[in-house]
């Protein structure tokens, strides 16, 4: 089936930190990839996406490549700011069926100065 | 940018009463909607997909007689949790994807924590 698997938080860093957030998945066929990030007190917000292998999705200092290799997609930020504490989401669509989005755990990033 | 308001954020009733749950789009309209659900410390489940002026279409294992969804106009959808029961509680999120939109991108409402005691 289709199955995303992300790591466990929270992930504790200081302000101007390298981030790193893993997460892969199981599909069949050739799904399209998100993160979503959700800010204290806030609805999910799509923060980058990438459609096929290869693709690399990037917003706000993040960035993610779509592995098809390693059916990966980590999220990294060279330099996290406080405001960057939220919990993200790694998310896929299911192939012929893109309104459907299958969620990660979600791992909390609390950033201190 | 497209807001999605839910209403209340967080509800507390008794056992076996009903409670409404409402997903608005506040400056786009939706055909098309969705409910999940969350359980402490897991991933967004999805519940049903929610089609204006048609019938909900459940995911496998959820009661649609239990969690009733009425999308009534392309700005308003409503989750019902019919007879509730301790193991009802939970963090209910909906999501809304705009009509006019050429992509699949859906916006997430704030959620709506459910206590049933």
């Known amino acids: 089936g289709n199955s995303v698997t992300q790591m466990e938080g929270p992930v504790t860093l200081s302000e101007e930190a390298f981030l790193t957030i893993n997460c892969t998945y199981t599909?069949?066929?050739?799904?399209?990839l998100f993160w979503y990030v959700q800010y204290p007190g806030e609805g999910l917000q799509l923060l980058l996406k990438?459609?096929?292998?290869?693709d690399k999705g990037s917003n706000k200092g993040f960035e993610a490549t779509y592995r098809k290799e390693t059916t990966s997609f980590h999220l990294e930020k060279g330099s996290v700011q406080v405001s960057d504490s939220a919990v993200y989401f790694c998310?896929?669509?299911?192939?012929?069926?893109?309104?459907?989005?299958?969620f990660g755990t979600g791992t909390r990033l609390q950033v201190f100065p | 940018g497209a807001v999605v308001s839910q209403h209340p954020s967080w509800v507390i009733c008794k056992s076996g009463t009903s409670v409404k749950i409402e997903c608005r789009s506040l400056?786009?309209?939706?055909?098309?909607m969705f409910w999940y659900r969350q359980f402490p410390k897991q991933s967004l489940m999805l519940m049903a997909t929610?089609?204006?002026?048609?019938?909900?279409?459940?995911e496998q294992g959820v009661e649609k007689d239990k969690f009733l969804i009425n999308h009534a106009s392309l700005t308003l959808s409503t989750l019902t949790v019919t007879s509730a029961h301790p193991e009802d509680s939970s963090f209910y999120i909906c999501?809304?994807?705009?009509?006019?939109?050429?992509?699949?991108?859906?916006?997430f409402g704030p959620g709506t924590r459910l206590t049933v005691t």
């Open positions: 400056d786009f309209q939706a055909t098309t």
């Open positions: 990438a459609t096929k292998a290869d």
């Open positions: 929610s089609n204006e002026g048609s019938k909900a279409t459940y």
């Open positions: 599909a069949t066929g050739y799904p399209s």
């Open positions: 999501s809304a994807r705009d009509v006019a939109g050429v992509s699949y991108e859906q916006y």
């Open positions: 998310a896929l669509s299911v192939p012929y069926n893109t309104d459907k989005l299958i």
